[in-house]
């Protein structure tokens, strides 16, 4: 089944599925919640760059009410759960915010 994707990142083989809620990676379907499928639309469009808890805070809180540092620390530790067996894609970056590491699923890949 072909999964037409809204967000294509050229760093990693990840695809964003906003219609479903879920990213596809190396050809594997993650369904996700709203809030995590925008945090990752958020780091996919720079992976490698730091994104700020104010950036996450004004896109996810605009979607609906607040994000303090602690639901931004919730949603980051549920998502990487959702996400564990493709690598460690999202990386902390203390005190500043949170990455989408393009090395990872490219390590993961090349290792099967």
Request: charge should be neutral.
């Amino acid at each position: 089944m072909q999964i037409p994707p809204q967000y294509v990142s050229d760093h990693l083989p990840l695809y964003l599925c906003m219609e479903r809620l879920g990213v596809v990676i190396e050809g594997e379907f993650r369904s996700l919640t709203r809030q995590q499928i925008l945090a990752i639309r958020l780091m996919i469009k720079q992976p490698g760059r730091v994104v700020s808890f104010e950036e996450f805070r004004d896109l996810i809180g605009n979607d609906g009410g607040e994000l303090s540092r602690s639901a931004l620390k919730q949603l980051m530790f549920r998502t990487r759960q959702r996400l564990a067996p493709f690598g460690d894609l999202i990386q902390t970056a203390r005190g500043s915010g949170y990455l989408l590491d393009p090395q990872a699923t490219m390590a993961t890949a090349e290792a099967e």
